[in-house]
């Protein structure tokens, strides 16, 4: 592997430990992003190098119990396995995924590839009409969903979490379907609905 570096321009070197890094951190990379101010589409350079590089890296990765998989369809390289570092989402940020896999799907079948964007105030009437959510969320519960998506780039936000106003856009990638679950998004949200009225039977029943 060692050998494989010093073939490559050191500048090229750099590019692959850096998008590799970027795996690491985000768990997949994509052929597109958006600007984060203008929400305009650009190509991602780390997913050229993915593509040049995609033998060694592969090899790399297993070392370390990682598999490099590459989404024609989705147009994503990602890492899966048991050196990946898996992180726990809590209900309100599942329940929010799911609310964006929704959004997105209507999006796509309703307006088209170029009309991917929602903000708070969409979500939270998501929520609402699918019962998903019954209450109004903390600050704190916001910010560590958006976080989250955004670190796994399933969306991208023009700003810090924090300055995020209800109509603010936010895009929505569509890497936004590989998490959570392959289940149809109709029966993610009846067994989340399901969970909600247990918790909410529950606490009818303390009082």
């Not at 050196?83 to 796509?108: A, F, Q």
Request: with cysteine; hydrophobic share 35%.
């Amino acid at each position: 592997m060692l050998q494989y570096m010093e073939t490559v321009s050191q500048g090229e070197a750099e590019n692959i430990r850096k998008t590799i890094q970027d795996l690491f951190r985000q768990t997949c990379i994509l052929q597109v992003k958006c600007d984060p101010v203008t929400l305009v589409q650009r190509d991602n350079p780390r997913y050229q190098v993915c593509l040049r590089h995609r033998e060694f890296i592969a090899d790399y990765l297993s070392v370390l119990d990682c598999e490099l998989v590459h989404d024609p369809q989705e147009h994503i390289f990602r890492i899966t396995g048991d050196g990946v570092m898996t992180e726990h989402m809590s209900l309100m940020t599942t329940k929010l995924v799911i609310l964006l896999k929704m959004i997105y799907r209507d999006k796509i079948m309703g307006e088209g590839l170029h009309a991917t964007t929602t903000n708070l105030a969409e979500i939270r009437e998501y929520g609402k009409n699918t019962n998903l959510i019954t209450r109004r969320l903390t600050g704190q519960e916001w910010n560590d969903a958006l976080v989250l998506m955004k670190t796994h780039q399933m969306i991208e936000l023009p700003g810090a979490v924090a300055n995020l106003e209800d109509f603010t856009p936010i895009y929505i990638y569509s890497t936004v379907n590989v998490f959570c679950s392959a289940m149809d998004i109709n029966e993610l949200v009846r067994t989340y609905q399901d969970e909600v009225e247990e918790l909410l039977t529950e606490e009818e029943k303390e009082n």
